[in-house]
């Protein structure tokens, strides 16, 4: 099975990301992926990269999940596609799922958000499993991911062969441009990414933006650390791997037993 990872530049504009996000669609579905992840927020586009934010009513962000459902049936591929999202309790930071039929089969909430973030978006507070073509796998967005595993860990412990990443990390001004995948002088984020699909034996498909200067590659790990596939710094595009779901046991996430940790003190 094949999946695919996109690097797409900030959008300029909620069209303007719809319209990077088919071409990037259209790659994956030609390079034969069965599913496509993308990185985090990226409609409307991720706060204060945008040099104008446009609108974003409900209506407005319906119509663009629409969109992206009319998407997946023109190129016959499952979409993860983040978006901000309106709730009763407020302004969201999600991952619409949708089928490569157009079906939106739910989303992931950003439950762990990060303390820069509490003006921004309000937490959710449910964790899910999605399944496309007998793949299983779950979600996990930005700062959760990276600095708490125990979202990882839940997805593995049920059922997900590989959990998908929409991050952002990196600047388009300023930086320094990294050279080395998992180098011991970059950020500690591919460090993380690795660690996820280790200490779980899963998958582990993590998206960024394809910025000027990303503190992190999009990237694809597979359940025994290896990097399978990384997008060059400083570049956009697709990369795409192929997976073996018999590698994704789960293992280790099986093995872990909660009940020797005293959570309530």
Request: charge should be negative; aromatic fraction near 10%; glycine fraction near 8%.
């Given at each position: 099975?094949?999946?695919?990872?996109?690097?797409?530049?900030?959008?300029?504009?909620?069209?303007?990301?719809?319209?990077?996000?088919?071409?990037?669609?259209?790659?994956?579905?030609?390079?034969?992926?069965?599913?496509?992840?993308?990185?985090?927020?990226?409609?409307?586009?991720?706060?204060?990269?945008?040099?104008?934010?446009?609108?974003?009513?409900?209506?407005?962000?319906?119509?663009?999940?629409?969109?992206?459902?009319?998407?997946?049936?023109?190129?016959?591929?499952?979409?993860?596609?983040?978006?901000?999202?309106?709730?009763?309790?407020?302004?969201?930071?999600?991952?619409?799922?949708?089928?490569?039929?157009?079906?939106?089969?739910?989303?992931?909430?950003?439950?762990?958000?990060?303390?820069?973030?509490?003006?921004?978006?309000?937490?959710?507070?449910?964790?899910?499993?999605?399944?496309?073509?007998?793949?299983?796998?779950?979600?996990?967005?930005?700062?959760?991911?990276?600095?708490?595993?125990?979202?990882?860990?839940?997805?593995?412990?049920n059922g997900a062969q590989i959990v998908?990443?929409?991050?952002?990390?990196?600047?388009?001004?300023?930086?320094?441009?990294?050279?080395?995948?998992?180098?011991?002088?970059?950020?500690?984020?591919?460090?993380?990414?690795?660690?996820?699909?280790?200490?779980?034996?899963?998958?582990?498909?993590?998206?960024?933006?394809?910025?000027?200067?990303?503190?992190?590659?999009?990237?694809?790990?597979?359940?025994?650390?290896?990097?399978?596939?990384?997008?060059?710094?400083?570049?956009?595009?697709?990369?795409?791997?192929?997976?073996?779901?018999?590698?994704?046991?789960?293992?280790?996430?099986?093995?872990?037993?909660?009940?020797?940790?005293?959570?309530?003190?």
């Amino acid at each position: 099975m094949k999946i695919a990872i996109a690097s797409p530049p900030f959008p300029k504009s909620i069209a303007d990301g719809l319209e990077q996000a088919e071409k990037l669609v259209r790659e994956a579905a030609r390079r034969e992926a069965v599913i496509i992840c993308f990185p985090e927020s990226y409609i409307p586009g991720y706060p204060g990269m945008i040099a104008e934010p446009e609108e974003k009513s409900p209506e407005v962000l319906q119509g663009a999940l629409d969109e992206v459902c009319a998407m997946a049936v023109r190129h016959n591929i499952a979409i993860v596609m983040p978006m901000d999202w309106y709730s009763n309790a407020g302004l969201l930071n999600i991952a619409q799922v949708v089928s490569n039929t157009g079906k939106v089969l739910g989303y992931q909430t950003k439950n762990q958000l990060d303390p820069t973030e509490d003006d921004i978006w309000v937490p959710g507070t449910d964790r899910h499993i999605f399944e496309i073509n007998g793949l299983k796998f779950g979600v996990t967005i930005c700062h959760e991911g990276f600095r708490y595993p125990e979202s990882v860990r839940w997805a593995a412990q049920n059922g997900a062969q590989i959990v998908f990443h929409p991050h952002f990390s990196g600047s388009n001004t300023d930086g320094v441009l990294l050279k080395d995948w998992g180098s011991m002088d970059n950020p500690y984020y591919e460090k993380a990414m690795m660690m996820r699909a280790l200490e779980n034996t899963i998958y582990f498909a993590s998206s960024n933006y394809g910025s000027l200067y990303p503190e992190s590659a999009s990237s694809i790990i597979a359940p025994d650390g290896t990097c399978l596939a990384w997008q060059p710094y400083g570049t956009k595009g697709v990369i795409v791997a192929d997976i073996d779901l018999e590698k994704a046991t789960g293992l280790l996430a099986k093995r872990f037993k909660p009940q020797l940790y005293d959570y309530g003190r």
